[in-house]
């Protein structure tokens, strides 16, 4: 299943956007129970399939990939509320999404592509706070 979904990334992103080792790392987390996988399938053709690390606390959105033929029919939102609601269940307290964009028309964001802005206002349709998370570093 793992490496389906690997394959799907790569045909969806339309190259390999990263190595194998990092899939292989993904893929021990899993079978270690410190992440999991949701999927979607189609007459048993994997058509969505989501990543998330978790522990016992908290459990982040990692990667994803779907079949953009398919972007018309939102098939992934129901593999991510799936995710929530497993997270729940394993007692995490809380479930991160990712990064959350604050634009408006005055506010352009050149360093924010558009496909990463849509990214984050799908993630935001599920409610929640938006915390503020700021990364240090020693000089």
């Not at 969505?48 to 990667?63: K, L």
């Not at 799936?82 to 007692?91: E, M, N, W």
């Not at 307290?93 to 802005?117: A, P, Q």
């Amino acid at each position: 299943i793992f490496e389906e979904f690997r394959k799907l990334h790569i045909k969806e992103e339309g190259r390999e956007t990263r190595s194998i080792k990092t899939w292989e790392a993904q893929y021990r987390s899993v079978i270690n129970s410190e992440a999991f996988l949701v999927t979607a399938r189609i007459n048993d053709k994997l058509i969505s399939a989501g990543y998330f690390p978790i522990s016992d606390r908290h459990c982040h959105y990692g990667s994803s990939a779907s079949t953009r033929q398919m972007f018309d029919k939102p098939m992934f939102h129901g593999l991510l509320w799936k995710a929530i609601l497993y997270a729940k269940s394993k007692s995490a307290y809380s479930f991160e999404t990712g990064r959350d964009y604050i634009v408006s028309d005055s506010n352009k964001l050149d360093f924010v592509s558009t496909k990463e802005l849509q990214i984050a206002k799908f993630k935001s349709g599920f409610g929640g706070k938006v915390r503020v998370i700021v990364n240090a570093k020693k000089p």
